[in-house]
């Protein structure tokens, strides 16, 4: 969890959008881009979008975090642990 998670559950989605697209920028460099902790991220950057009234982004970040989760199958390593 980080800063702009904790700032879009309690519906400030200004912040959480400018800290969760930092966080963003971080673990697509730590991870790549198709890691499921990117596809949190976007997950949740997608919810701050929908909070602000701006749908379709929201929508398109939403999307991006399904494409990225789609890769995984129950078997798969990564599925163990979520977080």
Do not use: C, F
């Amino acid at each position: 969890m980080n800063l702009g998670h904790a700032q879009s559950d309690i519906g400030d989605a200004e912040d959480a959008v400018k800290n969760l697209t930092k966080a963003l920028e971080v673990h697509v460099a730590l991870h790549g881009e198709k890691h499921r902790i990117v596809a949190a991220n976007l997950n949740y950057l997608g919810y701050a979008y929908q909070q602000m009234g701006k749908v379709e982004k929201g929508k398109e970040q939403l999307e991006m975090a399904v494409e990225i989760l789609e890769q995984y199958s129950p078997s798969h390593p990564g599925n163990k642990h979520w977080w």
